[in-house]
């Protein structure tokens, strides 16, 4: 059914109390049941579940998904399942408030895959991951209590769109009305797309395919698919029959240019769009087919110790500054080149509406605990920066007071756009801090994570909150919800990152060797470090790793992510690249970049086959389902492959 609205002259004529007592009258859904037990149970499993596979994506890619949809579908499939078996079926609410709790345990990998990994990198040292655990809890809380005050007018007073939220919204309606059926297909492509990315992952797992064949099966041969699609080349290669591909007479295979077939990243490239995904695969082409073969050729990139190189060496020593360069410059300049999107977000601090009677103080989390609980917990925090990563108490204020601004500038892109501009905010406060004290590196991480991990938590609650507030939740328990899904994120999460990316780490040996390698690029990482490594060049003398030509190169990307970032705003996105995605495609690895690729050209040929046969089963599976599709294919492929790296650990 039509999910009731207001008028946009209503939205722009009436007061705060006229619009809430019409949603009391017309959408609250009163003491229908919400955040039960079984539903927090629910989102708290369901959000540990894929907050490992963001995490696995994550480390691959640099993207955290948003998991809202998924975990909607899984939810209403289970529970319809379990209906059949005399269990009560999930009212519409409940479903609502597991997708709080899901998403953000989802969201909780964001600090893990970037400042977090960027510390550890740079200072050669692990954080204790029961402190990890509760700053990352700390950071996440300090974000409901930001979004709050900010919700009341985002979504309350403004109406704002939130549009992957109003996207739950619409399938939550779709799932418990007429049209549950559609959510029962869809949740039979979900499971079969996982099982298939699942089912190929095991067999190209080499570990997990080792243990079930020795230890299980008692085989003395082992066997497993080869995830390299050019495998069976270099198998005739070995025996002499063809010639090995090289680039400035370097294996290709050096510089990671070998594809593979994982479907996390096929389904990663589904979600991601034809658009990113190939502006991505021109930044790989151009850096590791033209750039670096060039600067090998000439000694500009000079072997490693053993004169051989590799995907990481070059990266490293020479293409990851470019790649910064044209992030860095395509990032700020979206932020900046849309100042009424940064005047918007302060207008409502300077006009003051007639709001009378606080109508929803019985059901809304009462303000007073924002403007009490922010100083108290931030402080906690800036203790925890000056007590466990040297940061001063004065940067660790001055931070908190910045989270303020960032957090409505952020809120107010996500309510406009759906896209919570975390990468361009961070450089903000790596940069500010970074020239106050450029000879301490985690100054200017600690400071940028704390400032975007809470101004990213506040935009994407509010995110959570309007699919509630479309369907008649109450926000306060949606608050609860969301507080329980970061213990289940926490949980889930920071064991795994350390299960995964450490424990082959002995200490004295650089962590970047154990964290980032041909399996886990850790790009979003790289980029953190790669601006604190330039923030140090730029600001304390004598310490700049960067080569002449790298210098070159950083100059003319900066310029080229400019224009290009221009273009592709004043043509109103119809310009075909995306620098940003551009310098992705130099710190992701290449073979992630065709996996992408791939995926991205697939799903954009069955929509232009079948957009216009909408009755078709084809617009039925690749056009209505492409998301659970997607998400199916990471969830199976991402979980096995996390599966198949905890057996090398732990049981080989």
């Not at 935009?459 to 969301?482: C, E, F, V």
């Not at 310098?583 to 697939?602: I, K």
């Amino acid at each position: 059914m039509a999910i009731p609205q207001l008028t946009p002259e209503q939205i722009a004529t009436w007061s705060v109390e006229q619009k809430d007592r019409w949603w009391l009258a017309n959408v609250f859904r009163g003491d229908m049941p919400q955040l039960t037990f079984r539903a927090a149970l629910t989102g708290f499993l369901l959000g540990g579940i894929l907050s490992a596979t963001n995490l696995y994506v994550g480390a691959k890619t640099g993207w955290t998904l948003g998991v809202g949809i998924t975990s909607v579908i899984l939810a209403f499939s289970m529970y319809k399942i379990l209906a059949r078996l005399g269990v009560r079926d999930m009212t519409i609410l409940e479903n609502n408030a597991t997708q709080s709790v899901a998403t953000a345990a989802g969201y909780m990998t964001s600090p893990l895959i970037s400042g977090v990994a960027a510390y550890m990198i740079i200072q050669n040292q692990t954080i204790p991951w029961p402190q990890l655990m509760v700053f990352n809890v700390v950071l996440s809380v300090l974000g409901v209590l930001v979004a709050f005050p900010m919700k009341r007018r985002f979504i309350n007073d403004e109406q704002q769109p939130f549009p992957e939220g109003r996207a739950c919204g619409v399938v939550l309606d779709t799932l418990y009305t007429s049209q549950a059926a559609v959510g029962m297909f869809k949740a039979r492509v979900l499971a079969t797309a996982a099982l298939i990315g699942g089912g190929l992952k095991f067999l190209t797992g080499e570990s997990l395919m080792t243990f079930a064949q020795t230890k299980l099966l008692r085989l003395k041969a082992v066997w497993h698919l080869p995830e390299n699609l050019d495998a069976w080349y270099y198998a005739m290669a070995a025996k002499g029959w063809v010639p090995i591909p090289k680039l400035a007479n370097v294996d290709i295979r050096q510089l990671g240019l070998s594809p593979t077939m994982d479907l996390a990243l096929f389904g990663s490239g589904g979600l991601m769009g034809i658009r990113a995904a190939s502006s991505m695969m021109i930044g790989m082409l151009l850096n590791f087919t033209v750039l670096v073969p060039w600067m090998i050729s000439i000694g500009e990139i000079p072997p490693k110790a053993d004169g051989t190189f590799s995907r990481i060496h070059v990266v490293n020593s020479w293409a990851l500054w470019w790649g910064i360069a044209i992030m860095v410059t395509a990032a700020l300049t979206a932020l900046f080149a849309r100042p009424q999107l940064i005047l918007s977000a302060f207008r409502g601090l300077s006009r003051k509406r007639a709001g009378g009677e606080d109508v929803l103080r019985h059901i809304e989390l009462p303000l007073w605990i924002s403007f009490v609980g922010v100083p108290v917990v931030g402080v906690i925090g800036v203790w925890m920066m000056n007590t466990w990563f040297g940061v001063s108490w004065a940067f660790g204020l001055m931070a908190v007071l910045l989270i303020l601004v960032l957090a409505l500038i952020a809120a107010n892109s996500t309510a406009l756009t759906g896209i919570t501009p975390t990468g361009s905010l961070s450089k903000i406060p790596q940069f500010t801090f970074g020239s106050l004290d450029p000879a301490h590196p985690p100054t200017n991480l600690m400071t940028a994570l704390l400032c975007v991990e809470v101004a990213s938590n506040s935009s994407n609650l509010q995110m959570d909150l309007k699919p509630g507030y479309m369907l008649g939740a109450k926000p306060r328990q949606q608050a609860i919800g969301h507080c329980i899904g970061i213990v289940a994120g926490a949980l889930a999460s920071t064991p795994l990152f350390y299960a995964l990316f450490l424990s082959n780490w002995k200490p004295g040996t650089p962590i970047m060797d154990a964290m980032v390698t041909d399996h886990f690029s850790f790009p979003s990482a790289m980029q953190w470090k790669g601006v604190s490594d330039l923030v140090q060049a730029v600001f304390h003398q004598g310490r700049s790793p960067i080569v002449g030509s790298a210098l070159i190169a950083m100059a003319i990307a900066a310029v080229v992510g400019v224009i290009f970032e221009v273009s592709r705003i004043t043509s109103k996105g119809r310009f075909p690249l995306q620098p940003l995605a551009i310098g992705l495609g130099v710190v992701v690895t290449p073979d992630s970049v065709m996996a992408m690729f791939a995926g991205a050209l697939f799903f954009w040929i069955m929509q232009q086959r079948y957009k216009d046969r909408r009755e078709s089963t084809g617009h039925r599976l690749w056009i209505d389902t492409q998301e659970p599709i997607c998400a199916g294919l990471i969830a199976g492929a991402a979980l096995m492959g996390i599966a198949d790296a905890l057996v090398r650990v732990f049981l080989l």
